[in-house]
T-cell receptor, first 112, second 109 residues
Framework: DSGVTQTPKHLITATGQRVTLRCSPR?????VYWYQQSLDQGLQFLIQ???????AKGNILERFSAQQFPDLHSELNLSSLELGDSALYFC???????????FGDGTRLSIL | QQQVKQSPQSLIVQKGGISIINCAYE??????FPWYQQFPGKGPALLIA?????SEKKEGRFTISFNKSAKQFSLHIMDSQPGDSATYFC????????FGTGTSLTVIP
């Protein structure tokens, strides 16, 4: 058990809809990272927050947004969903930016 | 542009054999190189990591070899076991993490 909790585990929705994925980091970790994993793209870094502030941005679409709250949990919002957004979304956390990341077990998003 | 290139895409090894996965990077600013192991239905788990000031790090049956001049690093799994069958990702970190595309390892009993 990595200590990183992601909810929900599975999400099925339709094109055009909006969903919110939630992540609770390990106790004491200030950094939260979001990744998208699809079969043909591997692990793609989306965005990182550190203690509530955006720290780094990767290949995150404009339809996606994230935030980290004062209690350090984070949410990833995906809107105007397309079939191609179907993937596993992982959250990871670390003590700070330069420490090892610990991953949750992901949210599987299926767009019908 | 793939910041970290990983090979092979898949690997089949006999039980007791050595599994070798290779990664290459371009950005000399990277200063942390972890390997992750992922089982189906689970998130990647940190396996072993190295920083560029050492050329090798060993933890149990897992060894990272690091060649700074060639900008390459590799994971060696000695005495491979069926329980090692998983997907392995290398990564490199500077101001953000970049992951390789993964290697699916199958260890045959």
């Amino acid at each position: 058990d990595s200590g990183v909790t992601q909810t929900p585990k599975h999400l099925i929705t339709a094109t055009g809809q909006r969903v919110t994925l939630r992540c609770s980091p390990r106790s004491g970790d200030l950094s939260v990272y979001w990744y998208q994993q699809s079969l043909d793209q591997g692990l793609q870094f989306l965005i990182q927050y550190y203690n509530g502030e955006e720290r780094a941005k990767g290949n995150i679409l404009e339809r996606f947004s994230a935030q980290q709250f004062p209690d350090l949990h984070s949410e990833l919002n995906l809107s105007s969903l397309e079939l191609g957004d179907s993937a596993l979304y992982f959250c990871a956390s670390s003590v700070d930016q330069f420490q090892p990341q610990h991953f949750g077990d992901g949210t599987r998003l299926s767009i019908l | 542009q793939q910041q970290v290139k990983q090979s092979p895409q898949s690997l089949i090894v006999q039980k007791g054999g050595i599994s070798i996965i290779n990664c290459a990077y371009e950005n000399t600013a990277f200063d942390y190189f972890p390997w992750y192991q992922q089982f189906p239905g689970k998130g990647p788990a940190l396996l072993i990591a190295i920083r560029p000031d050492v050329s090798e790090k060993k933890e149990g049956r897992f060894t990272i070899s690091f060649n700074k001049s060639a900008k390459q690093f590799s994971l060696h799994i000695m005495d491979s076991q069926p329980g090692d069958s998983a997907t392995y990702f290398c990564a490199a970190s500077g101001n953000q993490f970049y992951f390789g595309t993964g290697t699916s390892l199958t260890v045959i009993p």
